[in-house]
Structure formats: C-alpha cells, structure tokens
C-alpha cells in the first residue's frame, strides 16, 4: 500500500483476460520491475521500489495498483516499468512501459511499449540564500570559507617547508635520512644510482597495477589462499574468442563465462588445427556420504518457486550456409530439478527435461518426482518415486535387440495397468496385463498370463483371456479353452475337461442351463445328458447325435 495521496495507476488484463485464439486463459505470471530503485519526495520521503510479481487468475485475469512513473512531487520523474510475460501455455514478451498518473485505470494489452528510461531528477528551486532573495551576492564569510587569497598562500608555504608533514607519522622528522655506512663497517657509497632504481621498479609496479585494474593488461597466472571476491564478471578466454558473445536473454547477468573460438578449426587432426574450446572440468576422489564430500556441483534453491536447470541454447534463425547461427539465442532445452510448478498453483518437486512446444513455450517432457507433492513444508522423500513423459512418445528403438522389460523375483506379478490417472491411484485401473504371481515349481508351472477388467470404481473383476505358460492353452472366459494339441493341431473345449484322448477335436459340456426361452433368428447348438441338441427359432428341439 502507498501512502495516501501518492498517485498510482491501476493495471489490469481487461474484462475478458488474457487469452489465446481458442478463448483458453493464458497461464503463468507477469512481472513488473521498475526501472528505478527508490523516488524521493519531500512529503512521504523515500519509496524502495522493487519487482512485483502477479499470477493470473483463472480467467487469465489480474488487477495491481502501481505507483505513477510520474507521481506528483516525486523524483525522479518520467521512468518505466519492464514488464516480463511468463506464460506456461503461451509465448511470452519483455517490454517498457510508462504509467502516468493521468490515466488512474489501465488494460494491459491496449498499452503502447516505450523506451526504458530512469527518468529525470527535479532539482528543487532556491527560494532564499541566508536569509535574502532576488539577485544574492555571497562573500566567502557568508558560506563560512576563508578569504579570498589564503589557500593560495597556504599551498606555497607549504610546497617550500623542509618538513611538511613533521607534525604526521609519516614526516621526515619521524624517519633517518642518513646513514653513515662506514659505521657499519663498509665504504660510504653514492647511493644516488640503487635509490633511483628502487623508485623506478616502485613506478613500474604501480603502472602494472593500474594496468590490471583497468583491465588493459592480464595476469599470467596467479595462488591465492585465502576467498576471492569479484564484483564483476570473470571471463575466462584462452582461445581469443570474438566480441560480442552471446551471454542469453537481454539483461542476463553472467557471473563466470568459459569461452570458445573456432580458431583451432575441425577435428580432423590435420596440421594446424588445435583445440580451442573452453571448458570446465572437475575432479573428485572422494564418495558422498555423510559429508557430501564427492560433490563437484551444488545448486541451492533460496525460494520456493526458483528453479536450477542447465540450459542449452540455439539461435532463433538456425545456421546460414557457413553454419553461423542467425538471430537471438533462445533456451531450447532445459534439465534439472525444481519445487513449485511456474503459476504457483502446485508443487512439482520433479527433475526434468523440457523441450520448446511449436508455440515456442518451454514444455515438461520426461520428470523423475523426487518428492512428495502433496507435502508443502518438507523434502518427504519417497520410497516408490514416478516416472512420467509428457506431451511425448515413449519408443524404445529394438533394431540390435534391444528389450522392454518388465521385472521382479518370483511369487510377485508384473503388471501393465491401463489408467484413467497418472498418480495411480485404484479407483481409476480399467484393464492390466500381467505375469501372474504363481509361483514357478517347475514344468514351466507359474508366471502365467491375464488380461484383467475393472469396473468404473476401479474394482477388479475378472481375467477376459488367460494363458497358462506351461501348455500354451487359452481360456477365454469361464469354460472356453483353446487347448494346444501338437505342433500343427489344438482343440477347442466348452464347459468340458476331456477331449476323449483326442487332438483336432470340439468338445461340449453339458448345457449347465438348458435354453427354455424362444430363440430368435437363429438357433442354439448345445449337449444335455451327453446328446448333442439344436433348438430352433420356432422352438423345435432337434436331436443330432445321441448320447
């Protein structure tokens, strides 16, 4: 909240939101970062100003109260807004604008982008000098200054006193500026010629520090034992990389840059060619254990909603004809793990790989979960992890071999289950295929294999179709069994376990129900006490073969 009377403007996304073509509402975050610091007035004093950040609503809406960049009596005057559109099913923007405080309520998307400006700072005007107005003449009594003339004298008594600085510790006063040599025992010697080559090394080492400050000239190598403190960036380039290296978006800060040339050309290991690529590597001896020793690389998390990916990036135009890239650089693909999804609205906790949709939005592909969701305030590591494509064909390439497998030890199941939710949860399990939990004793027995229903509610009901590993037979439902015989024939049996010795062969049980209603067009083949009967449409019962 600002301090009443502060003008502010008003910012919103319009009646209808942000949306795509389709009319879905944009999601993800806007952010507003002013392009000051703080503005001074002299009636509410200092405002720290800083980034704010907004999600959008369910409608792809937002409403958020700024202040003016023109606010009255504020300086500086006339600076901007950035404005970040972070949007997870859309592509996103970065652009300036200006909130004057002539128009109190703003959209959004109807307002026009400007240059980034700071402003301007209004000096406020002289109303009095010591007390008089108009045309002031100041004398230096009046601004407490000594009179005209005295620091010119001062600075030439002092240029000719034998001991200027008597009265410091570093005066002449407090130091020899003699030494008789012969009252250490040796030969007094002019020392004109060592003191002047002293003072010209001293010269030489302060115009090579210089020189290192002012990033004109480099150091050749270096030992420090104690932490080193960079402001800026450090730049590590052997290979005498171009100018003008991309380092991402507008406005990245880079904190270390390793850079490459093609200045060793291909690696085809012909004459002249080197390596001219930077790189980092890091070494380790050690396991992690307790102490995390053998960690080469740590990424610390500092916010809920911060994310630590590895990205990789590929010019916006791709390569021309001398495979030079062509546009920005834009992230392509990014790996690593964070905490909460993009629009805060969940918790990931997942690592990822994330692939560019042809909207160019940075979509999720493939997540290893590495803790509980649902669990806001801890790690709460898991005992079972998931792992999950999105927006992704999962293809597993067999042309040298190559096996999906489905594994475990004996007496458990292995199981395909065809859902309806990507949790797992039971309630939604509509089909499974699966390897039995029979155990295997032995003449192939156990391992056999189901296809098993489930009911709307997630229930198990039945296995449709089974297949014994040990005779190949398939039973299809209660009492229909596809027997294998021999290599070249099978039988067929309903409701019946004897084939009579036979191979090739229909067995059919006893009709456990006879049928009793009409049949209509057709008719029913069925066996009562060992005769083979057919019932007509007309309700005819029809004795082909006796018992």
Not at 10 to 17: E, F, K
Not at 31 to 54: D, E, K, Q
Not at 72 to 91: H, K
Not at 405 to 416: A, H
Request: aromatic content about 8%; glycine content about 12%; hydrophobic content about 40%.
């Amino acid at each position: 909240m600002f301090p009443v009377g502060v003008e502010t403007v008003t910012v919103t996304a319009g009646a209808s939101g942000y949306r795509t073509p389709d009319g879905d509402p944009y999601l993800g975050t806007i952010r507003f970062t002013p392009s000051v610091a703080r503005v001074t007035s002299a009636t509410h004093g200092v405002i720290a100003l800083g980034a704010v950040n907004i999600s959008l609503n369910a409608s792809g809406g937002f409403s958020e109260t700024l202040l003016a960049t023109d606010a009255e009596g504020f300086s500086p005057t006339g600076w901007t807004y950035r404005v970040d559109e972070e949007f997870t099913n859309a592509p996103g923007r970065a652009y300036d604008i200006s909130l004057p405080a002539g128009a109190p309520i703003v959209t959004l998307p109807a307002l026009a982008p400007v240059a980034s400006s700071t402003g301007t700072v209004e000096s406020p005007a002289v109303l009095s000098v010591n007390g008089e107005t108009g045309i002031v003449d100041l004398n230096p009594a009046d601004v407490g200054a000594d009179p005209a003339g005295a620091a010119t004298a001062a600075v030439a008594t002092h240029a000719v006193a034998l001991d200027p600085h008597g009265d410091r510790a570093y005066g002449n006063s407090k130091f020899a500026l003699s030494l008789d040599l012969a009252e250490l025992g040796g030969t007094v010697n002019d020392l004109s010629t060592t003191v002047t080559a002293v003072d010209g090394f001293v010269n030489d080492c302060l115009v090579r520090v210089q020189a290192i400050e002012q990033g004109t000239a480099f150091l050749a190598g270096g030992n420090f034992t104690a932490p080193v403190d960079i402001a800026g960036s450090l730049v590590v380039n052997p290979h005498g990389a171009p100018a003008g290296y991309p380092i991402g978006q507008a406005g990245a800060a880079e904190s270390v840059s390793i850079l490459s040339s093609f200045a060793g050309g291909e690696d085809e290991g012909q004459p002249g060619q080197f390596d001219s690529t930077g790189r980092l590597n890091l070494y380790s001896y050690q396991r992690a254990d307790v102490g995390s020793y053998g960690e080469t690389v740590r990424h610390f998390l500092m916010r809920k909603d911060a994310k630590a990916m590895e990205a990789w990036y590929f010019p916006s135009g791709g390569y021309d004809v001398n495979r030079d890239p062509v546009g920005t650089m834009r992230p392509v693909v990014w790996t690593g793990a964070h905490w909460e999804a993009n629009n805060h609205a969940s918790n990931h906790k997942h690592w990822s790989v994330e692939t560019p949709s042809s909207t160019g939005s940075i979509e999720t592909r493939f997540e290893v979960r590495w803790g509980d969701p649902t669990n806001d305030t801890a790690i709460a590591g898991l005992d079972k992890t998931m792992i999950a494509t999105n927006l992704a064909d999962f293809v597993v390439r067999c042309t040298n071999g190559q096996e999906m497998r489905l594994t475990s030890p004996d007496g458990q199941e292995k199981k395909l289950v065809f859902s309806r939710d990507a949790e797992g949860d039971p309630q939604y399990r509509r089909w499974a295929i699966r390897s039995t939990s029979e155990s295997e004793t032995g003449s192939n027995a156990g391992s056999n294999w189901q296809l098993a229903r489930y009911d709307d509610a997630g229930i198990f009901q039945d296995n449709p179709i089974v297949v014994s590993r040990a005779t190949g037979n398939v039973t299809l439902g209660p009492g229909l069994i596809a027997r294998r015989g021999s290599g070249s024939a099978s039988s067929l049996s309903l409701n019946s376990t004897s084939l009579g010795g036979g191979i090739g062969v229909l067995a059919m049980g006893n009709a456990p129900t006879l049928p009793t209603a009409s049949v209509t067009g057709g008719g029913v083949l069925y066996a009562e006490a060992g005769a083979l009967k057919w019932k007509g449409s007309s309700g005819t019962i029809t004795v082909i073969a006796a018992a």
